[in-house]
């Protein structure tokens, strides 16, 4: 984990209300794995202590990129950051996910910004699979034609029918994993927490691997403030688990989740 001045080289328009932000970063870009987010202090937004997180959405030697959406006063002012603008970011934070089992089919589900926290995984994965994305409306189904070009086999799905299979992420993956033998597949989930539940459900029921990386508030990101924990499951119970350094990713059996 570094903490470096960064450089905005691009800031740009995506996807509806997405952005890109690609930042000079050489420090933390070569230490980047997939799964694992940074912590982004918003200039001119007068607060001194609170970070934003964001997902590594590509990362190389010289630097990294987040995908984000405008939904508050923090990513707000970040969408009037310019090219040149310095920002102080700390990174790379989180466990990020395990590497994928070569014996095993590769499955991605995302929706929303899980895409782009999906996408180095993606890219660096040797085997490529089927990767379930879920919106509400195309304008919400991020990066197919990115996925596509790496090889993945995109299934997209909208609440209102305007891309790929109507209804949820999961009325495309039950009746494609209907079809598969369950303890072939290793799946890498990113999205809402319930989209994340509803997967982890099945991974425990039909006795596959579901790697989840949690959706928490996190005030610090490192570790310290104890905003983001979680119930994980022992051996005799549970116990707290931070979703920042302990995490973001779980597999669906650590998981004790609170409805
Ligand atoms: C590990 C991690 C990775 C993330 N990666 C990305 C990413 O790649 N792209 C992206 O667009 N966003 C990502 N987020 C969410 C992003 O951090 C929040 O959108 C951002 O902090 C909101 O800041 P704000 O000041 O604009 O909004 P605020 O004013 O703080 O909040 C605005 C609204 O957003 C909600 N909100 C704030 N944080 C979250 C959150 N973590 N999850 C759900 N709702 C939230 C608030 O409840 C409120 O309704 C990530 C969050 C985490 C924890
Ligand atoms: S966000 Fe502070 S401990 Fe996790």
Known sequence: MKQEKATVLEHDNFQGEYRILRLAAPVVGPLVKAGQFLELQVPRIGERILRRPFSIYQAD??????????????????????????????????????????????????????????????QRMEKKGIAFFGGRSAIDILLVKEFE????????????????????????????????????????????????????????????????????NMACGVGACLTCVIKRKTADGWEWARCCKDGPIFESREILWEV
Do not use: H
Not at 191 to 197: A, I, Q, T, V, Y
């Open 61 to 122: 030697e010289s630097g990294v990129a987040v995908l984000y959406k405008t939904v508050g006063r923090g990513t707000e002012a970040m969408a009037n950051m310019q090219v040149g603008d310095e920002v102080n970011i700390i990174g790379s934070l989180g466990n990020g996910y395990p590497e994928p089992d070569p014996s095993k089919t590769p499955v991605l589900v995302a929706g929303g910004y899980g895409n782009a926290a999906l996408y180095i995984l993606a």
């Open 149 to 216: 070009a790496l090889g993945w086999d995109v299934r997209p799905t909208t609440d209102d029918g305007s891309l790929g299979t109507k209804g949820l992420v999961t009325a495309a993956f039950d009746p494609w994993a209907a079809e598969q033998d369950f303890q072939s597949l290793e799946v890498f989930v990113c999205g809402p927490n319930p989209m994340l539940k509803a997967i982890g459900d099945r991974a425990i029921e039909k006795d596959f691997t579901a790697w989840l990386s949690l959706d928490k």
